[in-house]
């Protein structure tokens, strides 16, 4: 998944998926909304999230692929057949238990065939019942990849028993225009409150799928309305929207009074309101967290502390954690760019990228560690990409020099780098990769997005020519990384790049490694093939690993419970903090 990311800690990472840096807060003169005596553990208060300059892009769980979101909304509004428990053990925190269904699923067949009962004692925030029916159209709506853009229905068109048309995509094109709905019909069937997901080849680790991403997502037809429904949330989780959601504002979640905890052994839904604060800049966030003043004293964030607060740690000592995240952040030329069509140009790109400076700008080795893959280390089967082994972290310009005299684009090469902007430390490492990019013999014009950045590097016209990405295995297997980066057949298309943000086409020798590693049932040998895959990515310079990203977090005074997901993503586990005054 993206980022705001996932997380690698010592062991697995889960999601991923697409990192999306954002950063909110409020300002230190608004008067605390936290009223009672809360002990740990108690209901009641209102919870503050600081949601950060980077604007949540989507609320729509078919769209949803960015870390901080996929761990928020499942905490909080929306349910799923399993999910994952609050856990930090390794083992237990990556099991999916019950969560909608009344099992974790089962399989007569090997993973071809999968079957979970809705349980009859689930509703919806307006008191409708949860039916087997919402989980069948919340899937269909991922094959309307004209309007549902953004999301991991490549893992759908990868294994769901739906013929694939000639144009390399699934012959069904979603609920809105029901084209192939009969194919569709065949591959999700339900009888009473069971649902079955029919295969066209094993998918054992379908639970683990369904509980680290939202696509899977039960969904109101009678309430779709398409792209229009972006921001909408239709909550089955412990708290609703109070009124809509504010793109670049926020919103409040408030108490939803058709759950039930009896239903639900995941979330203890300790405040009585959550209240999402987007807008504020990093720094603005830890002045607030730092001094414990007022409102903050009550917030979470997923924002990362920004370097130049690391000296002021031992001033909130005690409200200080360091998660080591599964995500991995990594630059991509854009192969629809006329200058990096030619391989020599792409190569001298890499051997000038300096990832030591960029790791410098963005905070050192507290804040980073180098990567040499764009699979995070903590994924089981990781191998160092040979590709980029012998590239020194600080690139090796006199190399890079001579690669880009080869170079057939005009001289000199100019190139414009789009990167998730906006804050200081965010520009510092563009500025750091321009330095030692235009050192080498490129032009580097730099072009942050400060608001919205997925929505526009997934458009494959999008105007530039390198670009920024970050990922973390959706669950723990490589196969949840190479196959939703950067096979073309699941990610192209006219509309949407997918998570392919470099637009690349590894082409039939690729096509074949990738299908040959989905089929290899030995999870070691398998492994063994998906290091091949990305062995042949580095050599056509799909990407250039940068950095392993750690996360440094405060949180308020009078939060109780904190608790990382560092089995799964990293992020405050909002489903078992709580709050006092």
């Not at 190399?399 to 684009?409: F, G, Q, R, T």
Request: hydrophobic letters at 35%; proline letters at 7%; aromatic letters at 12%.
């Amino acid at each position: 998944m993206a980022i705001t990311k996932k997380p690698l800690v010592a062991m697995a990472a889960a999601a991923a998926l697409a990192m999306s840096l954002a950063a909110c807060g409020g300002s230190d003169d608004e008067p605390s909304s936290n009223s009672g005596n809360n002990a740990e553990g108690a209901k009641g208060g209102t919870a503050i999230f600081f949601n950060g300059p980077r604007f949540t892009e989507h609320w729509d769980p078919q769209r949803m692929y960015i870390g901080r979101d996929l761990n928020n909304a499942g905490r909080l509004v929306y349910r799923s057949l399993v999910a994952f428990p609050a856990s930090n053990d390794p083992t237990e925190g990556t099991t999916p238990v019950p969560d909608l269904a009344t099992d974790t699923g089962t399989t007569d067949d090997g993973g071809k065939t999968w079957s979970f009962t809705v349980r009859d004692d689930v509703k919806w925030e307006d008191g409708e019942a949860i039916t087997c029916e919402d989980f069948k159209y919340g899937a269909s709506r991922n094959f309307a990849t004209d309007v549902i853009i953004g999301g991991p229905a490549n893992y759908l068109f990868t294994y769901l028993d739906v013929p694939t048309g000639a144009d390399g995509l699934p012959t069904y094109k979603g609920p809105y225009k029901k084209t192939g709905q009969a194919d569709f019909d065949k591959a999700v069937t339900c009888d009473g409150q069971t649902i079955t997901y029919h295969m066209k080849k094993a998918w054992p680790d379908f639970p683990q799928s369904m509980a680290s991403l939202r696509y899977l997502d039960p969904y109101r037809a009678d309430l779709d309305k398409g792209d229009a429904s972006n921001f909408q949330i239709i909550s089955n989780g412990p708290y609703k929207l109070e009124g809509k959601w504010t793109e670049g504002t926020g919103g409040t979640f408030v108490r939803n009074e058709n759950w039930s905890e009896d239903t639900d052994t995941i979330r203890k839904a300790l405040p009585d309101e959550w209240e999402f604060r987007e807008g504020d800049e990093d720094e603005a966030i830890y002045e607030q967290l730092i001094a414990d003043s007022d409102d903050a004293q009550y917030a979470v964030t997923e924002r990362r502390m920004p370097p130049t607060f690391y000296d002021r740690i031992p001033e909130a000592e005690d409200r200080y954690t360091q998660v080591e995240s599964p995500y991995v952040d990594y630059v991509l030329p854009n192969f629809n760019s006329p200058v990096f069509k030619d391989p020599a140009c792409r190569e001298a790109l890499a051997l000038a990228t300096d990832k030591a400076a960029w790791i410098k700008a963005g905070g050192g080795d507290k804040a980073f560690k180098p990567a040499y893959s764009v699979v995070n280390p903590s994924v089981p089967g990781y191998t160092e990409n040979p590709a980029f082994a012998d590239i020194p972290d600080e690139g090796d310009q006199d190399a890079a020099k001579a690669k880009l005299a080869e170079c057939s684009a005009p001289k000199p090469v100019k190139i414009k780098f789009t990167y998730s902007g906006g804050t200081p430390t965010s520009d510092k490492q563009a500025a750091a990769l321009k330095e030692a990019w235009d050192a080498a013999g490129f032009e580097t014009q730099l072009d942050p997005l400060a608001d919205t950045y997925y929505a526009v590097i997934q458009k494959p016209d999008a105007d530039f020519d390198v670009t920024w990405g970050g990922w973390g295995a959706d669950w723990p297997s490589i196969g949840t990384v190479i196959p939703p980066l950067f096979d073309s057949r699941i990610n192209l298309t006219g509309d949407s790049n997918g998570n392919d943000y470099g637009n690349y086409k590894g082409g039939p020798e690729v096509d074949k490694a990738i299908d040959e590693a989905y089929a290899e049932t030995d999870l070691d040998a398998a492994a063994k093939k998906w290091a091949g895959v990305d062995a042949k990515l580095g050599e056509d310079v799909a990407y250039i690993p940068l950095e392993i990203t750690i996360f440094n977090f405060l949180h308020g005074s009078k939060v109780t419970g904190y608790s990382n997901n560092v089995s799964t993503n990293g992020y405050a586990d909002l489903a078992v903090i709580g709050v006092e005054s």
